[in-house]
């Protein structure tokens, strides 16, 4: 049975940082494209980052450049998120997403629910003071 585990999420105070993981399991995640997004309450999801798997290359919404960094370490089989500078609108549950698809890094923000082959369950960021 192929899992995606989201980890790490919590409360945190306007500023600080959390880092997020993503673990496989039923799955090696180095073939996978790996996408970040999350989704506050009555608002639409959001693509917020992505890392391929053929060259480690990575991407960022603007909402997030300069303070989130996501980055793979495939001998734990995990994607991480490292979210710094937060603040209160970064309040949302976060998901991984993860694709074979070669491309679908370049147009992440574009896709659906349905384009990537398996989801994790959620992990709730909450920034608050």
């Known amino acids: 049975q192929v899992q995606l585990v989201e980890s790490g999420g919590g409360l945190v105070q306007p500023g600080g940082s959390l880092r997020l993981s993503c673990t496989g399991s039923?799955?090696?995640?180095?073939?996978?494209?790996i996408g970040w997004f999350r989704q506050a309450p009555g608002k639409q999801r959001e693509g917020i980052s992505c890392?391929?798997?053929?060259?480690?290359?990575?991407y960022y919404a603007d909402s997030v450049k300069g303070r989130f960094t996501i980055s793979r370490d495939n001998a734990e089989n995990t994607v991480f998120l490292q979210m710094s500078s937060l603040q209160p609108e970064d309040t949302a549950v976060y998901y991984c997403?993860?694709?074979?698809?070669?491309?679908?890094?370049?147009?992440?923000?574009?896709?659906?629910?349905?384009?990537?082959?398996?989801w994790g369950q959620g992990t709730q960021v909450t920034v608050s003071s």
């Open positions: 997403a993860a694709d074979l698809t070669r491309s679908i890094c370049t147009y992440y923000t574009e896709t659906s629910y349905y384009d990537w082959d398996y």
């Open positions: 039923g799955v090696t995640l180095d073939y996978y494209a």
């Open positions: 890392i391929s798997f053929s060259d480690g290359s990575t």
